[in-house]
């Protein structure tokens, strides 16, 4: 019906009809993009050397298993892999083979599906020959984990992206926490032992080891292994002659604000319209 009417309003000129399509399936994206997206899918794709790990929100579950939707992603995907953007922004104004930007791409997608989505972030490593990539999928794509690592196979660099699909893990290793997170966490930490009543010198020494703590069930390499709890991810490298070079964990609306909806509330407000 759009197309019949997008015909009709160009006199029956086929060009003419697609530009009203295309600048009507963009007032229909504008109009869409105050709209909270948080959900959606996470995928990874390894083209030889190269992998990329992606989330692309959508309004609702019911969406991103539309077949379009996952062919969009998978589109996505492999052109961040062939032109490796530095952000999303670079990406969003790149061409595709197709001719459209990324953007454009996008937008096109909204007026079909008839939801709001938004290519959130993106991360793409790259690997030597000597090193591997391990990927895993949770729940079809709601968490998505990849890993790198070196002196390993693939077998082992999966568990790896399982555990860190699973445990959530911030950061590699103590070395790659950021200064102010430490200093955050030590003043909060500080101020709790303080409401405790301890003494300065015992407050100290409190705040070292709970330090210590918070490091180890936040870095990969200190965490217990998903697989075998008797041990870190660090031993457990270890005795496979291995070593995690780097990984990334995109869980499917994470940190995105979800608009809390009352249906009866809402029932009630169309009931006195």
């Known amino acids: 019906m759009d197309c019949k009417r997008a015909l009709t309003e160009a006199d029956g000129d086929i060009k003419k009809a697609i530009d ?3 600048e009507k399936g963009m007032a229909k994206a504008a109009k869409k993009s105050g709209r909270i997206a948080a959900e959606g899918l996470a995928e990874i794709k390894i083209a ?9 929100n959508s309004e609702t ?3 991103a298993k539309n077949a379009e939707f996952k062919a969009l992603i998978n589109t996505i995907a492999d052109h961040l892999l062939e032109n490796q953007p530095d952000n999303v922004e670079q990406a969003l104004e790149q061409k595709m083979e197709s001719g459209e930007t990324v953007a454009e791409t996008i937008t096109a997608a909204i007026s079909k599906i008839g939801e709001k989505i938004s290519l959130r972030r993106f991360s793409i490593i790259e690997k030597t020959d000597a090193e591997v990539f391990g990927s895993y999928l949770h729940m079809g794509g709601r968490i998505a984990a990849l890993t790198k690592l070196s002196g390993s196979d693939e077998a082992v660099a999966k568990d790896i992206a399982m555990h860190v699909a699973a445990i959530r893990p911030q950061y590699l290793k103590e ?9 955050h966490e030590k003043e909060v930490l500080t101020q709790e032992a303080l409401s ?19 490091f180890k069930e936040i870095c ?3 965490q217990p292994f998903v697989k075998d709890g008797d041990v870190t991810v660090k031993e457990y490298l ?5 070593d995690v070079l780097d990984f990334v964990r995109f869980e499917v609306g994470e940190g995105i604000e979800k608009k809390e909806e009352n249906f009866a509330d809402e029932v009630k407000a169309q009931l006195k319209q």
Not at 48 to 56: D, F, K, P, S, T
Not at 177 to 182: F, K, L, N, Q, S
Not at 196 to 213: C, D, S, Y
Not at 238 to 242: E, G, I, R
């Open 20 to 22: 009203v399509l295309r």
């Open 48 to 56: 030889g050397n190269r992998a990329v790990a992606l989330e692309v």
């Open 61 to 63: 579950d019911f969406v």
């Open 175 to 183: 070395d790659d926490i950021p200064a102010d997170v430490v200093a």
């Open 196 to 214: 405790e009543g301890k003494p300065a010198n015992i407050v100290e020494k409190m705040v070292i080891g709970r330090l210590k703590k918070f």
């Open 220 to 222: 990969l390499v200190d």
């Open 238 to 242: 270890k005795s496979q002659n291995a």
